[in-house]
């Protein structure tokens, strides 16, 4: 193939946080954008110098030049999207969640089984400073044995856009539990999930979803280990976290209370506040910059996602090297295609779970 990845970006509310990224990358040609809206379109284009620029992503997809897509658009489209993407023999990058339901899930695999084309979910989660930090601990055997894992985000989702309102709080929870699942090296297998509380009438008839919070307990593939993981997005006070906890046999990791506090660090019964270095050196030199800066960090140009996720820990560089590398080296991205469906079906299935009183629900394997 040749020697840069022709990228290009669909939605540029949270996309554009990408294209200096794209831009820097020695491996990435930040070739064309798409969004609906042809001001905001010429506008970003303009002050990013990108004169590839399209208003239909169907178009977009016709174009021979663009080897792969970042799809940035509201959820509902992502399934949509992404098959269409990957009919269209383009490698697939796209935020998160893969899709709605496990059936649009299972598409999506079909396609890019069909394809031969990379598929991968851009969870922030697994490339935060925190996630590669304990990854560190991990690896280095410091950790010992994985004995369960805890995960939990919780966010004020009011204000946001119309197809927010009333979502139910599993559909959106892989932040929550792709650390875990990925940290444990396994994908769950079976979960029984809870709901509790109420929101208002008119979000719950939304989806037809009444609770204020889900929590659920997921039992892993091929393993002893057990993960515990709740959500919630309205009418539940908390300041904004997306956390994980880790108890192992020699360390274990649990994730601040506050924000702007640092994690704690337990050897045996001792434990030590840590504070957790960067890992901008795995990145290439001309990207490093970007897990403390972005578009999206300034006090005049704030993005509501970005500044809730206080920068997603630093993860959005290391997102577009992975799925860059993972095409030029021409390997499975991380997460890959069957990774990124058991990651999001693990919450639509706890939502089921929910709405079942709790009934246990065995999770779709897409692996043959």
Same mark, same amino acid.
């Given at each position: 193939m040749q020697q840069k990845v022709r990228v290009a970006i669909i939605g540029l509310g949270f996309g554009?946080?990408?294209? +200096?990224?794209?831009?820097?990358?020695?491996?990435?040609?930040?070739?064309?954008?798409?969004?609906r809206s042809e001001d905001s379109l010429n506008q970003i284009g303009d002050h990013f110098g990108i004169s590839a620029r399209?208003?239909?992503?169907?178009?977009?997809?016709?174009d021979d030049q663009?080897?792969?897509?970042?799809?940035?658009? +509201?959820?509902?489209?992502?399934?949509?999207?992404?098959i269409a993407a990957l009919k269209a023999g383009k490698h697939v990058a796209c935020t998160v969640p893969m899709a709605t339901t496990v059936e649009e899930c299972r598409q999506i695999v079909e396609a890019?089984?069909?394809?031969?084309?990379?598929?991968?979910?851009?969870?922030?989660?697994?490339?935060?400073?925190?996630?590669?930090?304990?990854?560190?601990?991990?690896?280095?055997?410091?950790?010992?044995?994985?004995?369960?894992?805890?995960?939990?985000?919780?966010?004020?989702?009011?204000?946001?856009?119309?197809?927010? /309102?009333?979502?139910?709080p599993m559909?959106?929870?892989?932040?929550?539990?792709? +650390?875990?699942?990925?940290?444990?090296?396994? /994908?769950?297998?079976?979960?029984?999930?809870?709901?509790?509380?109420?929101i208002a009438d008119n979000l719950a008839e939304k989806y037809g979803s009444p609770f204020a919070v889900e929590s659920a307990l997921f039992r892993l593939r091929n393993s002893e280990l057990?993960?515990?993981?709740?959500?919630?997005?309205?009418?539940? &006070?908390? /300041?904004?976290?997306? &956390?994980?906890?880790?108890?192992? %046999?020699?360390?274990?990791?649990e994730w601040q209370q506050l924000e702007g506090e640092a994690p704690v660090v337990f050897t045996g019964e001792q434990a030590e506040r840590v504070n957790v270095p960067d890992y901008a050196h795995l990145l290439p030199e001309g990207i490093r910059?970007?897990?403390?800066?972005?578009?999206?960090?300034?006090?005049?140009?704030?993005?509501?996602?970005?500044?809730?996720?206080?920068?997603?820990?630093?993860?959005? +560089?290391?997102?577009?090297? /992975?799925f860059i590398m993972s095409i030029v080296e021409q390997r499975p991205a991380f997460p890959d295609v069957y990774t990124s469906a058991n990651w999001t079906c693990a919450g639509?299935?706890?939502?089921?779970?929910?709405?079942?009183?709790? %009934?246990?629900?065995?999770l779709p394997q897409f692996r043959k």
């Open positions: 554009a946080e990408f294209i +200096p990224i794209y831009q820097n990358h020695p491996h990435a040609e930040m070739y064309a954008i798409c969004q399209y208003t239909s992503f169907e178009q977009l997809l016709k663009v080897d792969a897509v970042h799809i940035n658009t +509201p959820i509902p489209n992502h399934a949509e999207l992404s890019q089984e069909q394809s031969g084309k990379n598929y991968m979910m851009m969870e922030t989660c697994v490339f935060t400073r925190e996630f590669l930090y304990v990854k560190e601990l991990r690896d280095s055997g410091k950790l010992g044995r994985i004995q369960f894992l805890r995960g939990a985000h919780h966010q004020e989702m009011a204000g946001w856009p119309g197809y927010w /309102e009333g979502l139910p559909h959106y929870a892989t932040h929550a539990v792709s +650390p875990l699942l990925a940290l444990a090296g396994q /994908e769950a297998d079976f979960v029984s999930c809870q709901g509790s509380g109420r057990a993960m515990e993981v709740s959500r919630s997005l309205f009418a539940t &006070s908390r /300041e904004y976290v997306e &956390s994980f906890d880790i108890y192992a %046999e020699k360390m274990s990791f910059k970007y897990t403390t800066e972005g578009v999206y960090d300034a006090s005049e140009n704030v993005h509501l996602s970005f500044k809730q996720g206080s920068g997603h820990g630093g993860s959005h +560089p290391h997102l577009a090297h /992975e639509i299935c706890a939502h089921e779970s929910a709405m079942q009183g709790g %009934e246990l629900v065995k």
